[in-house]
């Protein structure tokens, strides 16, 4: 149940908690499920971007470093379609993702419009920290060598994403207050995944 994680992902991420390592075999006997919750999450990571682009257009740096992120979780969207079809499989509907839906539930908003902007950048980076590390609990946990090289290329990708949304942060908002947000934030969501329930359907 509390395999470590590493201090690695650890350090580099300030995650609280692992991922309970049985999701691993869960995720290995669905992978069609997985690929599927997979390729809608990158959907979702490039409509949130277009999001935050269309919604801020005067944060010049901001939508100069989003355009290209667009384009790169699109491009793993396609991945992800191409890994379903080379299995003879179809991308399926696309589910409630209630880990998602719980860091929604966090941000703020009302309150100051700089709060509110923050904690949108601050979910973004939540979620691909949380995607990088399942990506590499994949890139390592999973039985097929193909399968563990296609995680470890997403879990490369997530890891700079993550790091560019805290950038963007403290960008445009003092550092200090971005540190302390980004605390509650930790908290926040280890307290989501203790609540969430081990299902093998949610990684990015
Ligand atoms: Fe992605
Ligand atoms: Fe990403």
């Known amino acids: ?32 499920d997985i690929l599927t919750d997979h390729a809608y999450c990158e959907q979702k990571a490039a ?3 277009i999001s935050l682009i269309q919604r801020y257009p005067e944060k010049t740096l901001m939508v100069k470093e989003l355009a290209p992120i667009v384009t790169e979780e699109w491009g793993h969207f396609r991945l992800v379609l191409q890994e379903l079809e080379k299995r003879g499989e179809q991308l399926g509907r696309q589910r409630k993702d209630e880990y ?38 994949l890139s390592e946990g999973l039985q097929d060598e193909y399968l563990r090289k296609f995680y470890r290329r997403f879990m ?37 995944m203790q609540q969430l329930t081990v299902r093998g359907d949610r990684i990015h």
């Open 1 to 32: 149940m509390d395999a470590p994680v590493s201090s690695e992902v650890k350090n580099i991420l300030g995650l609280q908690l692992p991922t309970d390592p049985r999701w691993v075999d869960l995720a290995a006997i669905s992978i069609a």
């Open 47 to 49: 409509t949130t971007c």
């Open 100 to 137: 998602v839906n719980h860091l929604l539930n966090f941000q703020k908003k009302g309150g100051h419009p700089e709060d509110r902007f923050l904690d949108q950048l601050l979910t973004m980076a939540m979620i691909e920290a949380r995607s990088c590390e399942r990506f590499k609990r």
């Open 156 to 192: 490369e990708s997530e890891a700079g994403h993550y790091k560019l949304f805290i950038e963007l942060a403290e960008h445009y908002i003092d550092k200090e207050k971005v540190r302390k947000r980004w605390a509650e934030w930790l908290e926040a969501e280890s307290v989501i």
